[in-house]
């Protein structure tokens, strides 16, 4: 190379390089733009870190009789209310729930042989939950939508789905901490909470990048990992309704790495797209700020 760079400039350059464009890391650094481009293309920095993804990556999927979903009977009706419209209704929902086709096919069936306007059993199962509980507030709004069966249909479907993917993929230990979690809770060892739950950022930061071997190098790593913690959250969820949230250390990491499609610069439009995609479909568009951030990155 026809100019000598020391370590300490490889490393602002790559460093610089995850913010900025070549010509202005070019400007920044005075060091030629061939020699810049040379050194990130060199560096391998730039591209996609596959160590990363193998441990941010859910099993695969084992097909076996176990992992089959087991059709389950009918539950039992029962006189709930002593409404009758309203019984049926509640029992038909049940049954829904089971998110077995058949069953899902039989029950709503049955529920076009029910003559009472569905408004007319919400009011009246609504009525029947404020006179049971008068000092609850909430108590009425299990009544809420009760006539919505297609919608309760297709949730419970999909509910099923994850929790037949869960069981292929971790079989009983689907609540265990995955080798992603104990990497998290390894590298963050030691740090208190400040306040009742949340790590310093600065921190965290730090602790993540001194291990560079599985940090995310690219965009599309970003949206790898992300991905794996929605997903890894969602099939426990279905398992265990209101599982709760991730361990301290993996919150921590996920918004860590949300926060780095703020700082990586995109390789080309079809990452930054992705990138547009994925806030929209995780609703982390929502945060207003973030979001800003991350849109100042990708056109910037």
């Not at 009760?146 to 297709?154: F, W």
Request: with cysteine.
């Amino acid at each position: 190379m026809k100019q000598g760079v020391s370590e300490d400039q490889r490393a602002r350059i790559l460093d610089l390089r995850r913010r900025h464009s070549f010509l202005e890391v070019s400007q920044i650094t005075g060091i030629p733009l061939g020699t810049v481009k040379t050194i990130v293309s060199r560096s391998g920095a730039f591209r996609d870190n596959e160590a990363h993804r193998a441990l941010f990556c859910l099993p695969p999927m084992q097909v076996s009789s176990g992992t089959s979903p087991a059709v389950q009977e009918l539950p039992p009706q029962q006189g709930v209310t002593g409404d009758r419209d309203v019984d049926a209704l509640l029992w038909l929902r049940e049954v829904i729930g089971t998110g077995h086709p058949g069953h899902i096919e039989a029950a709503m069936e049955a529920a076009k042989r029910i003559k009472t306007p569905f408004k007319q059993i919400e009011e009246r199962y609504r009525q029947w939950l404020q006179a049971k509980h008068p000092n609850n507030m909430f108590a009425a709004l299990s009544s809420f939508d009760l006539g919505n069966l297609e919608s309760l249909a297709k949730s419970s479907v999909e509910k099923l789905a994850k929790q037949t993917e869960a069981r292929s993929r971790f079989g009983d230990r689907i609540f265990s901490l995955t080798d992603a979690e104990v990497f998290c809770e390894t590298a963050l060892d030691g740090l208190e909470p400040v306040g009742d739950w949340d790590l310093d950022k600065a921190e965290v930061a730090g602790r993540f990048k001194a291990r560079p071997d599985l940090m995310p190098n690219t965009l599309s790593d970003c949206i790898h990992e992300l991905e794996y913690w929605g997903a890894l959250y969602w099939l426990r969820e279905a398992c265990e309704r209101h599982c709760g949230d991730p361990i301290r250390e993996a919150s921590a990491r996920d918004w860590f790495v949300f926060d780095l499609l703020a700082q990586i610069r995109p390789r080309h439009k079809d990452e930054a797209k992705a990138v547009i995609r994925y806030m929209a479909r995780s609703g982390r568009a929502d945060h207003r700020k973030d979001c800003d951030r991350i849109i100042d990155n990708l056109i910037g």
